[in-house]
């Protein structure tokens, strides 16, 4: 995984959009890069089952994102970040786990971006939580991975990515 050039895309997308809140809105997103979304219940129940065959909460098919909108928000907040990195950073049709795991660490890291987490003085993952709109789940994989990044960055110097997203 080329982290360096995921933080990059992530780091376009904040500028394209100058994103300074949180939790993000993803209709101005969607809209930029043209992306339409409908529910799972856009049309019949075949279409639903469907849906739901492919994934419990969204996916990409045909340059949509279909998504059940049933799911929780913080849920539904990173499977919209999920697709929207498969998007951005190009993924094929095929998704390997080693694109997973990208989407994954996009989606993370585009709701709770690490040195924002750090400037808001975020203690635990209820803060992380409450202000970026994150199931604790999510939250808890940020909260631990943004005490990775600072432990790195107390050594070492902020990279410039960071320095740009502040």
């Known amino acids: 995984m080329d982290?360096?050039?995921?933080?990059?895309?992530?780091?376009?997308?904040?500028?394209?959009?100058?994103?300074?809140?949180?939790?993000?809105n993803f209709d101005v997103i969607f809209k930029y890069y043209n992306i339409t979304c409908f529910p799972y219940t856009y049309k019949d129940e075949n279409f639903r089952e469907f849906c739901l065959k492919m994934s419990d909460d969204?996916?990409?098919?045909?340059?949509?994102?279909?998504?059940?909108?049933?799911?929780?928000?913080?849920r539904l907040n990173f499977s919209f970040a999920h697709e929207l990195g498969h998007i951005?950073?190009?993924?094929?049709?095929?998704r390997s786990k080693n694109i997973e795991q990208e989407a994954n660490y996009f989606a993370s890291r585009l709701l709770a971006p690490r040195i924002a987490i750090y400037y808001a003085k975020c203690k635990n993952l209820n803060d992380v939580s409450n202000l970026f709109g994150l199931t604790n789940e999510a939250a808890d994989y940020a909260f631990q991975d943004f005490r990775r990044w600072h432990r790195h960055i107390t050594y070492h110097k902020m990279n410039e990515i960071d320095k740009a997203m502040y």
């Open 88 to 94: 951005v950073l190009q993924h094929s049709q095929n």
């Open 58 to 74: 969204a996916f990409c098919w045909k340059g949509l994102i279909l998504y059940n909108e049933k799911v929780i928000p913080g």
């Open 3 to 24: 982290r360096k050039y995921i933080d990059e895309k992530i780091l376009e997308v904040f500028q394209t959009w100058n994103i300074k809140s949180f939790p993000l």
